[in-house]
């Protein structure tokens, strides 16, 4: 299936993804957009024959536990919606504890690797013929990027993603930054990497962009790309000849010129080196294609596997102690960034907590998810930290005090409430304050 060269599709530049020369697909976050109110810049891009791939970040096939069906039913109505030649996730887990450990299920808020264990492995695979198995159309999984490694680890990047094609026939989406990413932060050499995938199996490729500090690389997707990410591109392209390459960015856009340039970068490492010739097929197939033989995890490796992940995901939002084997001073760095990324997009999804609480928005909120983990999604997490703040008597100022407890009445219920119910409670908060 041929895609060709496309972008990451955002509301931010819809208008210019409209009028960017050569784009021939565009990739949108799953989550992020409505079957039914399809906004009117993907219905054009739709009409005028533009491919659209849903990428979804919420499954977490990675996960001890088994993927939801309400996920599943959500992520195959919008690929049926946008008429999707297939649909992507990643290859990590998102949220862990629960019944499978007895303990509160914790979400991370962000994609966290998979320890390339066989245990994992197993679990994984048969995630991925459930969702298979629940999809109208092929399923591809992206590796992703990370700054923490397991201990003990038994199998290569390379070795865990060609076990995973040969066990469930899932097409791949490989991230060159991600690659990167993970040779800066892990040290592992992406020509390796790429040395041990199944070539064949890609369904198409991520560029973005990022930016070091302190040694580390942050896989920010806003930041250019830079040039050793497209020598990687480069390395893939002298393996295979992908189906298709998208630029990916999610914040602080550029002007339309300078995508319309790093597309132009982008199709220029795709046409410039020859692929080396394929060969023949493996018994591994295409995108799409089942394996005859089916393995099942086994309940044992399930619970090893969701009790190790509970461990890392409680030290990372809860302040729990690191597992043993963990390198300490990264699990803070990815505390740290897991907080931040938290902070930051709970500011998107309630834009009026920042625009009450000002300049304090960030502080008082860094201190609310010290010490509280998210549980329920990022806009249960915002009505929690509002609550908390009015519990504890804050913002000092009152107008402050009184716009968040308003903010919070309107969507604290079911329904937000009647105007009869919101003069009574402004009476009675009134009341309280005197």
Aim: proline content about 8%; glycine content about 8%.
């Amino acid at each position: 299936m041929e895609l060709g060269i496309g972008i990451g599709w955002r509301p931010e530049i819809a208008d210019a993804v409209e009028e960017l020369p050569g784009v021939d697909w565009v990739e949108v976050v799953a989550e992020n957009i409505c079957p039914g109110h399809l906004p009117a810049a993907l219905t054009r891009l739709r009409s005028r024959g533009t491919r659209i791939v849903p990428h979804g970040v919420s499954l977490g096939l990675g996960g001890a536990d088994r993927p939801s069906a309400h996920r599943l039913a959500d992520l195959a109505e919008r690929a049926t919606a946008l008429g999707a030649p297939l649909v992507t996730e990643h290859i990590a887990f998102v949220r862990a504890g629960g019944v499978l450990t007895a303990s509160p299920q914790l979400e991370a808020g962000h994609l966290l690797p998979v320890p390339r264990t066989w245990d994992a492995l197993k679990v994984l695979c048969e995630n991925v013929r459930i969702a298979q198995d629940s999809l109208p159309v092929p399923l591809a999984l992206e590796n992703i990027a990370a700054l923490i490694s397991w201990p003990g680890e038994e199998l290569t990047e390379g070795q865990f993603l060609a076990e995973l094609v040969e066990r469930t026939g899932v097409g791949l989406l490989i991230d060159v930054a991600n690659l990167h990413t993970n040779h800066v932060n892990r040290g592992e050499n992406p020509a390796t990497a790429l040395d041990g995938l199944p070539v064949e199996a890609i369904a198409y490729v991520h560029v973005a962009g990022g930016t070091e500090r302190d040694g580390i690389w942050h896989d920010t997707h806003s930041h250019p790309v830079t040039e050793p990410i497209l020598d990687i591109l480069s390395d893939l392209r002298a393996r295979v000849s992908p189906p298709g390459v998208l630029l990916e960015r999610d914040d602080d856009f550029p002007p339309k010129e300078e995508l319309a340039a790093e597309l132009t970068t982008i199709r220029g490492r795709v046409a410039g080196q020859p692929a080396a010739p394929r060969g023949e097929a493996r018994a591994r197939g295409g995108l799409g294609a089942r394996p005859k033989v089916v393995e099942s995890s086994s309940p044992d490796a399930r619970e090893r596997v969701a009790l190790s992940q509970a461990a890392l995901l409680s030290a990372l939002v809860a302040g729990t102690p690191a597992p043993e084997g963990f390198d300490s001073q990264r699990l803070r760095v990815q505390s740290r960034a897991l907080a931040a990324k938290r902070a930051d997009v709970v500011a998107k999804v309630a834009p009026e907590l920042p625009e009450i609480l000002g300049e304090g928005y960030r502080a008082a909120f860094l201190a609310y998810a010290k010490g509280r983990p998210m549980c329920d999604g990022y806009r249960r997490d915002a009505l929690h930290f509002a609550e908390q703040l009015l519990v504890s008597g804050r913002p000092d100022d009152e107008n402050a005090r009184r716009l968040l407890t308003r903010w919070w009445e309107e969507r604290a219920g079911a329904h937000p409430p009647r105007r009869g119910t919101r003069l009574v409670r402004a009476a009675r908060a009134a009341l309280v304050r005197r």
